[in-house]
């Protein structure tokens, strides 16, 4: 419900005793959110084979790239997956990616329905709206990686980098594109090489080091060593996914 709804809602009708008892449950089943989440106590994951060791997950991942890469992806049974997943979800990835019509992650990793969970915006940057669904995705469906994915010629740093260099802000909403990938593009800006190449890297270690430290939740489950966070490049020529900013 939209706040604008809820408040209309409270002008005209008074909290009922039961009403208040659902809330107050489900404040309860907030709480355990950075912890261990109500939802997943009893339930058999409906894909077990996602149950992975954050290493374990990371390997699955890249190998189902060089599975695309070579043109040898996997025929995925749609139909059954699709029973299984009515229930729930426990992918055991996250990958936060560019809108780039060019980057589909589920085929980049030959991945089925319900193995990735994914976000994208472009610019691959980790707004608080991100932040918070990795944060879902750790917490309450289990999920031990967490992948940031650039690509080469990325408009949006493409964009970023003309509209620092030329002083001139962008038409509508874009300006908030430029807001978030600026500071990759500033902290590279006297490096050697391509301008381009060096800040769509920089913008993917930034993004992983955001992840990796955005407290309570995601900092704490990689201290825990029950999340990884790990940056990759997706050459838009081969298909490959070059892996950086591990650890």
């Given at each position: ?37 109500v ?33 040898v ?5 749609f ?33 089925g ?6 976000c ?42 003309k ?32 301008a ?52």
């Amino acid at each position: 419900m939209c706040e604008k709804c809820s408040e209309n809602l409270h002008q005209t009708v008074a909290p009922s005793r039961r009403s208040m008892v659902l809330f107050a449950a489900s404040a309860l089943g907030m709480a355990a959110f950075g912890g261990t989440a109500v939802a997943k106590e009893a339930k058999a994951p409906p894909k077990p084979q996602n149950v992975l060791s954050p290493d374990a997950a990371l390997k699955r991942l890249m190998d189902g790239n060089a599975r695309y890469v070579s043109g040898v992806s996997r025929r995925h049974d749609f139909t059954h997956e699709r029973e299984a997943l009515v229930g729930g979800q426990n992918p055991y990835a996250a990958v936060l990616s560019c809108a780039d019509s060019r980057i589909a992650p589920e085929y980049a990793f030959d991945s089925g329905r319900g193995d990735l969970f994914v976000c994208r915006v472009a610019g691959n940057f980790a707004g608080n709206e991100t932040v918070a669904s990795m944060e879902y995705a750790v917490a309450v469906l289990g999920t031990p990686l967490i992948l940031v994915l650039g690509h080469d010629s990325c408009g949006a740093v493409e964009a970023t980098i003309k509209s620092l260099k030329d002083d001139k802000p962008l038409p509508g909403h874009i300006p908030s594109l430029v807001s978030a990938i600026a500071p990759a593009v500033k902290a590279v800006a006297q490096q050697s090489g391509n301008a381009l190449d060096n800040a769509i890297r920089q913008n993917v270690i930034d993004n992983v080091a955001k992840l990796k430290s955005a407290a309570p939740i995601l900092n704490a489950a990689v201290e825990q060593g029950k999340l990884k966070v790990v940056g990759g490049i997706y050459r838009l020529n081969t298909g490959t996914v070059e892996l950086i900013a591990q650890g």
